[in-house]
């Protein structure tokens, strides 16, 4: 998967595997919130995507609420 990925940021799916782990999210929306927190975004606009608190700094705002 690394070599199909390699646009990603260095650690995006090491830091998804741990989110994957810890908070139990689908590997594939957690592989959207790493990728987000190892390139230093701040707001991550999805109505499917579940955030939570140990996501900090990042926020994930629903735009339809």
Do not use: K, M
Not at 17 to 28: D, K, N, P, Y
Not at 34 to 59: F, H, I, K, M, N
């Amino acid at each position: 998967l690394c070599s199909i990925w390699s646009c990603h940021p260095p650690g995006v799916l090491d830091r998804a595997r741990e989110l994957h782990l810890a908070h139990g999210v689908s590997f594939w929306d957690v592989t959207i919130l790493a990728s987000c927190l190892e390139s230093c975004v701040d707001v991550l606009y999805s109505e499917d995507v579940p955030g939570t608190d140990a996501l900090s700094p990042l926020q994930v705002l629903n735009p339809f609420l």
